[in-house]
């Protein structure tokens, strides 16, 4: 049985019984409802008081079934309700204990700071790429949401230090600020950039005038979504043909796109080659740009540009189609 459940008989129980025990003095000494009920709590809790008046034979006979029935029945719930109470205390003490060595073990992840609708859809992009993460949250109805779906979750202020090392900011490997207030953002990033140096923080902003303050707090990153989807808005108009690339497949069908980061280590297949030899568009891939080992970038890549050891690719594509083009660019010639 569950333990809520089990609450809920106690309680029905006690109620029970207490309306059993005024019903009976109020129907056999014709007392009122208050003096009936005053009896029976006081006789059920055996503390002794003098009755409220002298009882007949059968009020007396029926005070004894209420102590044999009743007093057995209230030290039973009483206990149920201080067991749900003590388990449900330990439950959290270990629960939290747990959380807590799960986090300490965790190196070079991320933490999310905030939990909306922009936090959710950055959680379950990692999620779906195997990268471990962090969410810190300060709506405990929604940490133990995810909690239950098998995700970390810290219930705090991300503002607070101590909050931010217990989600393990000193060896996370980026932050992620994304609550609805600027200002928030502003004093998280502030908070994790005096923790750490090396943090990659990524700030979200709905105020442009905010960007500027982001980045002088420490934010490598700042992205405003409202910013971004305006601009593929207006790119829906100007040139349709080339939004469509971003979001259609050979076949026609809708991307869920992953975009990524893709070095071309030594013994790669596609070393030497051209773009438009490489085979990498057939893939269903499409690259972005290409970031040479000395820093030059081609954006966009021409179809003549010649692949070469160190290039990083920044790819648009389906995650599978993805993990197959890593795999190529992580060599050897024969993979």
Not at 95 to 106: E, F, H, M, P, S
Not at 116 to 144: H, M, S, Y
Not at 252 to 274: A, P, T
Request: aromatic letters at 6%; glycine letters at 8%.
């Amino acid at each position: 049985m569950q333990p809520i459940t089990k609450l809920i008989i106690c309680l029905f129980t006690l109620i029970a019984i207490l309306a059993f025990g005024t019903t009976g003095y109020y129907l056999i000494e014709d007392w009122s409802v208050h003096d009936s009920l005053y009896m029976t709590v006081i006789t059920l809790s055996t503390v002794g008081y003098r009755e409220i008046d002298d009882l007949s034979q059968q009020g007396e006979v029926f005070t004894m079934v209420l102590i044999l029935v009743g007093a057995g029945l209230i030290a039973y719930t009483v206990g149920q309700l201080i067991q749900f109470a003590v388990e449900g205390q330990l439950r959290q003490f270990w629960g939290r204990k747990k959380l807590a060595k799960q986090i300490d073990a965790l190196r070079t992840h991320y933490i999310i700071c905030g939990y909306g609708r922009i936090g959710r859809l950055v959680a379950k992009e990692l999620k779906e790429n195997d990268i471990p993460f962090v969410v810190i949250e300060d709506d405990e109805r929604l940490c133990q949401e995810m909690r239950d779906q098998g995700l970390f979750c810290i219930n705090g202020d991300a503002t607070a230090d101590e909050i931010l090392l217990t989600a393990g900011v000193i060896t996370a490997k980026g932050l992620i600020t994304v609550t609805t207030s600027d200002s928030t953002n502003l004093y998280i990033t502030l908070s994790a950039r005096g923790l750490s140096e090396e943090l990659l923080i990524i700030s979200r902003s709905a105020d442009p005038s905010s960007e500027s303050k982001l980045r002088r707090a420490g934010a490598d990153q700042v992205i405003s979504p409202y910013t971004m989807g305006a601009k593929k808005i207006a790119q829906a108009v100007i040139n349709p043909s080339v939004l469509d690339k971003l979001e259609v497949v050979m076949t026609g069908q809708r991307l869920d796109l992953h975009f990524d980061e893709i070095s071309i280590q030594q013994g790669s297949s596609l070393i030497g080659r051209k773009m438009k030899d490489s085979g990498i568009r057939d893939l269903g891939i499409i690259v972005v740009s290409i970031r040479r080992r000395s820093g030059m970038s081609l954006f966009p890549p021409p179809y003549d540009a010649e692949l070469l050891e160190g290039d990083t690719l920044v790819t648009a594509g389906e995650l599978g189609n993805t993990k197959q083009l890593l795999k190529i660019a992580s060599g050897p010639a024969d993979a």
